[in-house]
């Protein structure tokens, strides 16, 4: 390995836009798409048991290394993960292009510890990227700050040898700024090798957490790659994981209770997600989240105003595994359906009641039941704002109940409910989907205050 700041170009790509203070992030496609597949892939995928799985159990470089010697993916086909993100509802794939055992997906000019000296030879970004855009998706890459392979790395309490004191003895006079030209070079290569970039997830930062020897921004020098970021490409959008603010936020594996904010103020976010608790292919990992479990997370984080960005771990030979192509069809054939209740969406100023979540586009506003109700349905606030009812998933109406306020509960009758609710007649049996939903047509602007 001979680290340094050149940079080639791997692809023949578009040249990188100037430096122009008027060109921000762009953000609407990311809070108009909503949902995205983040894809964790690298030698770990051959262990199949955690991405982590060099830190877990403490292997060094050299029993590590029978996993570079073995990386020959033969059924590499990003032009089908592209279809099956597509086919979920998916409108962005984002790409570990080098995770933290430090092993690149690319032609990186500052490592030999890349794809390009396994046996399998070739370059895989390059090939993803093309097949994301035929498919119309966003285009996002992730990138680990973390790197237990670089030599200059310095040993703290995430890195596999960091219990070896023989180890750590040896390596103690190692130099972030090595590391740092390092990374800076790395985030350069893919910014000018592989055209648009359209959004950039780092991984992470820790000073001040569990780990001794955490680091943060000044370790990455975070000021000046989010320079560089924003001369190369200033469109892209760039997570909170340098240890400065980034254009958004990553809550890791838990549902937010409400909209994310910072100092009071709302922030657009992220939740990541996994589909049985690792990242990368755990082969005997059974701890499946249900399609319906996802979709109903999916809908609660776009009723907060928040993404999902839902992952796939693919094999070594680079199938997607087959029980996540399972899942991803269910919540694809919900998504086929009921697409517009989460593309455009967003949270609405109307309190949803119980065991249901709103999500809004301009003048519709949409129910989704994560639990069915015995005939009628209130909507607290949406008497007289509701010119139409339907069911999205096959456009039956919904028929409109007007009962008086003040009418009391009889044996066979039910009593009024509080005044301004809306009460809808639902059918017995619940539509034979995950979540139904309910789709109304506004008639009047929403008033938060009647929320």
């Known amino acids: 390995m001979t680290p340094s700041t050149d940079t080639p170009s791997v692809y023949p790509s578009a040249p990188a836009a100037p430096s122009d203070p008027a060109v921000t992030p762009e953000t609407t496609w990311f809070t108009t798409d909503r949902f995205g597949m983040f894809v964790h892939w690298g030698l770990y995928s051959l262990a199949a048991r955690h991405e982590w799985v060099k830190n877990r159990e403490k292997l060094t470089d050299e029993q590590y290394q029978v996993y570079f010697d073995h990386f020959d993916p033969d059924r590499y086909d990003p032009v089908q993960w592209a279809k099956e ?121 820790y000073a001040g957490r569990s780990w001794w020897g955490g680091k943060g921004p000044h370790d990455w020098d975070s000021p000046k790659l989010l320079e560089t970021i924003r001369e190369l490409q200033p469109h892209v959008l760039v997570n909170d994981r340098t240890g400065l603010p980034g254009d958004f936020v990553t809550p890791e594996q838990y549902q937010p209770s409400g909209p994310m904010t910072k100092d009071g103020q709302p922030v657009l976010w992220e939740a990541c997600q996994t589909l049985n608790g690792s990242w990368g292919y755990d082969r005997d990992n059974l701890d499946y989240k249900s399609a319906d479990l996802l979709i109903r997370m999916l809908v609660d984080g776009v009723s907060k105003g928040g993404n999902l960005l839902l992952n796939v771990g693919p094999t070594g030979r680079g199938d997607l595994d087959p029980r996540a192509v399972a899942v991803l069809g269910e919540i694809g054939r919900w998504m086929e359906l009921h697409e517009r209740s989460v593309h455009g969406c967003g949270p609405s100023p109307y309190t949803a009641p119980t065991e249901c979540r709103y999500t809004q586009r301009g003048d519709r506003l949409y129910v989704h039941l994560f639990a069915w109700p015995l005939r009628h349905l209130h909507l607290p606030g949406l008497a007289g704002r509701v010119r139409y009812a339907q069911l999205l998933n096959d456009a039956s109406e919904i028929a409109q109940v007007h009962i008086d306020p003040d009418r009391p509960a009889l044996n066979t009758e039910m009593g009024g409910q509080p005044a301004g609710t809306l009460t809808l007649q639902v059918p017995v049996q619940r539509p034979d989907t995950p979540v139904p939903v309910i789709e109304l047509y506004l008639d009047t602007p929403a008033d938060p205050a009647d929320g």
């Open 85 to 205: 993100a597509r086919a979920a509802g998916m409108r962005y794939v984002v790409l570990t292009t080098k995770h933290h055992d430090g092993f690149c997906l690319w032609d990186s000019a500052l490592t030999d510890y890349k794809v390009t000296n396994t046996p399998h030879g070739r370059d895989l970004v390059g090939p993803f990227v093309e097949a994301c855009r035929a498919e119309g998706l966003k285009v996002g890459l992730y990138y680990s700050l973390i790197d237990w392979h670089h030599p200059s790395f310095p040993v703290d309490g995430t890195h596999p040898q960091r219990d070896d004191e023989e180890f750590k003895a040896a390596t103690a006079d190692r130099d972030i700024r090595d590391y740092q030209r390092y990374l800076h070079g790395q985030v350069r290569e893919l910014l000018t090798s592989f055209g648009r970039v359209d959004y950039l997830f780092f991984d992470f930062s």
